[in-house]
């Protein structure tokens, strides 16, 4: 699933090509892409067509776009969800769910496409009063560690009232957003932190390496345009990323940890996998 660096890449795409547009028409190829719209496929079409889309925005792994002052078009990309512009002429993708073209002269038109089926598009009102337009479903999502408005003593007050385990926490998008599977074992592992660390044994000098390493480990994967282990995650142009070559952790089993030599790890966990040097990330006692 596309984490935060990856749909960073894609709001900042979107953000280029088609904040500004004026939607002309919208295709609904699948409805199972709409099925978070309340209304039903016609009423999502009918809310897009006509409509101005505003700056693109970002809250974790969700994006949205204002439409007006009371309505926002929100997306989310699931497993493999891709926002792709496209020049209208080319051939429509096999898994095209959504088609959107718009009234200007670029030539380029907005397409949804997902394989999987999980992403989707919707039509909601915004949170009342939020200023960038937040769309109210998202209202429970944590502000994610690389907004300026994200409250480092105030998570890690909440990461100590928590009373799990530091893997779980970070994954968990009502206390931070945008740390999936990836990420959380690549700042674990620079912090050199096991992922069944329990949160209560946090001490806030800990818990600020660890947001620092979340930030760095977020700002590499970036400047790379993301992680692709596969062609499930492009860009709005259809491109890759190229993190996946810089990973010290995640993905590395049984090659030598970066820092000890001792080969990495991997261990089933909450149905994915944890990848950890044994020797940098020593399992708290209760774990082993």
């Excluded at 300026?148 to 970070?170: M, P, Q, Y």
Aim: with cysteine; proline share 8%.
């Amino acid at each position: 699933m596309p984490e935060l660096p990856e749909v960073e890449v894609v709001r900042r795409g979107l953000a280029r090509w088609v904040s500004g547009r004026t939607v002309d028409e919208v295709t609904v190829l699948h409805n199972r892409a709409v099925r978070r719209h309340p209304a039903g496929p016609e009423d999502f079409v009918k809310r897009l067509q006509g409509a101005t889309l505003g700056p693109a925005h970002r809250r974790g792994k969700y994006l949205w776009l204002p439409l007006t002052e009371d309505l926002t078009l929100a997306a989310h990309l699931g497993m493999s969800g891709q926002f792709l512009v496209r020049p209208a002429p080319e051939p429509p993708e096999t898994h095209l769910r959504v088609r959107m073209t718009f009234t200007d002269s670029q030539g380029t038109e907005l397409r949804f496409v997902d394989q999987r089926t999980f992403g989707g598009l919707s039509v909601h009102e915004p949170v009342a009063g939020d200023p960038e337009g937040l769309p109210y479903p998202l209202a429970h999502i944590a502000r994610d560690p690389i907004d300026e408005a994200f409250d480092d003593d105030a998570f890690h007050a909440a990461l100590r009232r928590k009373r799990t385990t530091i893997k779980r926490a970070l994954l968990d998008q009502s206390l931070i957003s945008g740390v999936g599977n990836i990420y959380a074992d690549e700042a674990l592992w620079r912090t050199k932190l096991h992922y069944e660390r329990p949160t209560a044994s946090m001490t806030r000098p800990r818990t600020a390496e660890l947001l620092t390493h979340i930030r760095e480990v977020m700002g590499d994967a970036l400047a790379a345009g993301g992680t692709s282990f596969d062609s499930l995650y492009v860009n709005v142009n259809g491109e890759s990323g190229y993190f996946d070559r810089s990973l010290d952790a995640y993905g590395r089993e049984d090659r030598p940890c970066r820092r000890c030599g001792t080969p990495i790890r991997r261990r089933a966990w909450m149905n994915r996998s944890s990848y950890f040097c044994p020797r940098c990330q020593p399992a708290p006692r209760a774990a082993s």
